[in-house]
């Protein structure tokens, strides 16, 4: 019976823990879920990141104009690295993402006449990103850069005053 003494105690221990690191796994999850949702809804509000048919522009300043989202949009993603587990998946979705906002810098300097070419490989990266960030899970919206409209169709907007406390 001293075995039991001891071990009851033990046996406690290490359920608590189990129960302790659960909760910390899906706290941990959970905030991964939302630094991903809140990333893919920065991008999808994007309108520069919109797909379009490309060409080249002589004498324009598009790609200055653009260097800014797209420095923006790789800013996001690098911050949102730092919400990822150890040893997530996602990492490398996101370093490949940051890693074609930097291309999309480099090509579009040195030719910035053929920048909606870059822009829409730049697009594309960022869209089977996000496809691959928010594939087969609940809690990550897969939604497209760029593709937000500005208003909702089939819903005109509401006339309801606004109660004011």
């Not at 993603?77 to 906002?101: D, K, P, Q």
Request: charged content about 30%; hydrophobic content about 40%; overall charge positive.
């Amino acid at each position: 019976m001293e075995w039991l003494a001891f071990t009851a105690p033990v046996l406690g221990l290490i359920v608590g823990m189990g129960a302790g690191w659960s909760t910390r796994a899906g706290i941990d999850r959970r905030e991964e879920s939302a630094a991903l949702n809140a990333l893919i809804m920065d991008l999808h509000l994007k309108r520069s990141l919109a797909a379009i048919e490309p060409r080249v522009v002589d004498g324009s300043d598009g790609e200055a104009r653009l260097r800014g989202t797209v420095l923006d949009a790789r800013d996001r993603i690098m911050e949102t690295l730092t919400y990822m587990r150890g040893g997530s998946a996602n990492t490398g979705v996101l370093l490949r993402m940051a890693a074609a906002c930097t291309l999309y810098l480099r090509r579009a300097s040195r030719e910035p006449e053929r920048y909606q070419f870059a822009l829409m490989e730049l697009r594309g990266t960022l869209d089977e990103g996000v496809r691959l960030l928010s594939d087969g899970r609940r809690r990550v919206r897969g939604l497209p850069p760029g593709e937000r409209s500005t208003a909702k169709p089939g819903r005109p907007p509401s006339r309801r005053p606004v109660r004011r406390r």
